[in-house]
């Protein structure tokens, strides 16, 4: 089949939310310093502060699959752009330490959300030969908003807004929420989902228009892969029969985290300063770190479907692990700082064709459409959980050794390469369907 404007569509615009988890998931990284300032914070407390939007990730993506099951994809995505839009507004007007932990909290409901929402909504309207560059244009979606959150941040520090200046850059992401909140009134319900509530009808009109050639027999496999003329459209998922994709979602979710990624991209600045770097260099620095992220996404989305996603899981593996070691090496020894860069930039390059641009195409892929929202919850809690734990202590453990975190996270990706050569199976070229059968789900 030939890829459609009205799917093409509907990708773009639930990749929105991805955008907005990208953007609000970097831009703390050039206001820790002023916020450090404003609010007297330790390197304990600022660890609080950055992590304060990483605890309400955990509960958006542990609960988000619950609107989504029941109200559906689109509508609890809708509540997602509001969530959004509040924090934004809240950072920008927060008046005291707590006003602004809550703003960022509600932001990170939003983020946890999407992570769960909007993969999963992307993979249910794609066809199997298009799903993995179609949800990857969600991880797409979220590099492009670090970059723009680096950019952003660069250019809100250049116009010398001066104490007032943190709450510009966290302030701005208001405007790209109140466009998600708009854009998701023009987009479909998803055809899964529709058909999981028994409006049958509805969800062929879906993969009609979405350019399914066949969507008469696709309508029929999915309805009987949900069993939903049966009434069993919904099971627990720790069950034993699901055994297998959970440990799959739980695995792919820590070691997503487990690389140090997003410690990296929350004290990026802080990073750099340490190892001698100015204000403005630094800002500099991390905008050709997330431009690096950007390419390293498109070309993943080019071959996702054609090397597949394990193989993109292994080279990532020995690479970032090599890129982290080297980093790990350069603080041991405090030697050959300009190296420090063009490491980053490798182990952001690594991340980005491996782990970034699979974990939720991946967490889209391995559960059946019944327990999909719990399996993809579950998957992305993971994520967030270990986020939060690893964020929260890098500022401290940094303090006393700016080398110990970065050779926890290059031995924590040999182990990665070990799991996944072993027990990791490949998904590309099938259908959601068929993923069901071959993980002997039945």
Same mark, same amino acid.
């Given at each position: 089949?030939?890829?459609?404007?009205?799917?093409?569509?509907?990708?773009?615009?639930?990749?929105?939310?991805?955008?907005?988890?990208?953007?609000?998931?970097?831009?703390?990284?050039?206001?820790?310093?002023?916020?450090?300032?404003?609010?007297?914070?330790?390197?304990?407390?600022? &660890?609080?502060?950055?992590?304060?939007?990483?605890?309400?990730?955990?509960?958006?993506?542990?609960?988000?699959?619950?609107?989504?099951?029941?109200?559906?994809?689109?509508?609890?995505?809708?509540?997602?752009?509001?969530?959004?839009?509040?924090?934004?507004?809240?950072?920008?007007?927060?008046?005291?330490?707590?006003?602004?932990?809550?703003?960022?909290?509600?932001?990170?409901?939003?983020?946890?959300?999407?992570?769960v929402l909007g993969p999963m909504y992307i993979a249910e309207i794609a066809p199997a030969k298009w799903r993995g560059r179609l949800v990857g244009f969600f991880q797409f979606n979220i590099v492009f908003g670090i970059l723009l959150a680096y950019f952003s941040n660069y250019l809100v520090g250049m116009a010398n807004f001066g104490a007032e200046e943190w709450r510009w850059k966290l302030?701005?992401?208001?405007?790209?929420?109140?466009?998600?909140?708009?854009?998701?009134?023009?987009?479909?319900?998803?055809?899964?989902?529709?058909?999981?509530?028994?409006?049958?009808?509805?969800?062929?009109?879906?993969?009609?228009?979405?350019?399914?050639?066949?969507?008469?027999?696709?309508?029929?496999?999915?309805?009987?892969?949900?069993?939903?003329?049966?009434?069993?459209?919904?099971?627990?998922? /720790?069950?034993?029969?699901?055994?297998?994709?959970?440990?799959?979602?739980?695995?792919?979710?820590? /070691?997503?985290?487990?690389?140090?990624?997003?410690?990296?991209?929350?004290?990026?600045?802080?990073?750099?300063?340490?190892?001698?770097?100015?204000?403005?260099?630094?800002?500099?620095?991390?905008?050709?770190?997330?431009?690096?992220?950007?390419?390293?996404?498109?070309?993943?989305?080019?071959?996702?479907?054609?090397?597949?996603?394990?193989?993109?899981?292994?080279?990532?593996?020995?690479?970032?692990?090599?890129?982290?070691?080297?980093?790990?090496?350069?603080?041991?020894?405090?030697?050959?700082?300009?190296?420090?860069?063009?490491?980053?930039?490798?182990?952001?390059?690594?991340?980005?064709?491996?782990? &970034?641009?699979?974990?939720?195409?991946?967490?889209?892929?391995?559960?059946?459409?019944?327990?999909?929202?719990?399996?993809?919850?579950?998957?992305?809690?993971?994520?967030?959980?270990?986020?939060?734990?690893?964020?929260?202590?890098?500022?401290?453990?940094?303090?006393?050794?700016?080398?110990?975190?970065?050779? /926890?996270?290059?031995?924590?990706?040999?182990?990665? /390469?070990?799991?996944?050569?072993?027990?990791?199976?490949?998904?590309?070229?099938?259908?959601?369907?068929?993923?069901?059968?071959?993980?002997?789900?039945?």
């Open positions: 089949m030939q890829i459609n404007s009205y799917l093409i569509k509907s990708t773009v615009v639930a990749a929105l939310g991805g955008l907005l988890f990208g953007f609000d998931t970097a831009v703390i990284a050039g206001a820790t310093k002023a916020l450090s300032s404003e609010y007297g914070l330790s390197p304990a407390s600022l &660890g609080i502060t950055v992590a304060s939007a990483l605890y309400g990730t955990i509960i958006g993506a542990m609960f988000a699959g619950i609107p989504g099951d029941k109200y559906g994809r689109r509508y609890s995505l809708r509540i997602l752009a509001v969530l959004y839009f509040l924090s934004a507004l809240g950072c920008a007007f927060a008046w005291d330490w707590n006003m602004f932990f809550v703003s960022r909290f509600i932001g990170g409901l939003a983020i946890g959300g999407s992570s302030g701005v992401a208001a405007v790209p929420a109140a466009l998600f909140l708009l854009m998701l009134f023009s987009i479909p319900e998803s055809p899964r989902w529709l058909a999981k509530m028994r409006r049958v009808d509805e969800a062929g009109e879906v993969l009609r228009l979405t350019g399914e050639p066949n969507y008469r027999a696709e309508l029929n496999d999915i309805v009987t892969s949900i069993d939903a003329e049966h009434g069993h459209g919904s099971e627990p998922l /720790f069950g034993w029969k699901y055994r297998f994709p959970v440990f799959l979602a739980v695995s792919i979710g820590m /070691f997503n985290q487990l690389s140090g990624i997003n410690a990296i991209l929350y004290y990026l600045n802080d990073i750099f300063a340490q190892a001698g770097f100015s204000k403005v260099s630094g800002d500099l620095q991390a905008v050709a770190i997330g431009f690096t992220n950007l390419v390293a996404t498109m070309i993943a989305m080019t071959v996702i479907d054609k090397i597949g996603r394990r193989t993109m899981l292994l080279v990532g593996s020995v690479g970032t692990a090599l890129c982290l070691a080297g980093v790990s090496w350069i603080f041991s020894t405090q030697a050959n700082q300009h190296w420090l860069v063009w490491l980053l930039v490798g182990f952001i390059a690594f991340f980005a064709f491996s782990q &970034g641009a699979v974990i939720w195409v991946y967490l889209s892929e391995v559960f059946p459409t019944r327990v999909r929202a719990k399996g993809q919850s579950l998957g992305s809690f993971t994520h967030w959980a270990m986020n939060a734990i690893i964020s929260g202590v890098f500022p401290v453990i940094a303090a006393s050794s700016g080398a110990a975190p970065f050779m /926890f996270f290059a031995a924590m990706m040999v182990v990665q /390469f070990g799991v996944v050569l072993l027990w990791y199976p490949e998904t590309k070229g099938h259908t959601l369907e068929e993923m069901q059968h071959k993980l002997g789900i039945s």
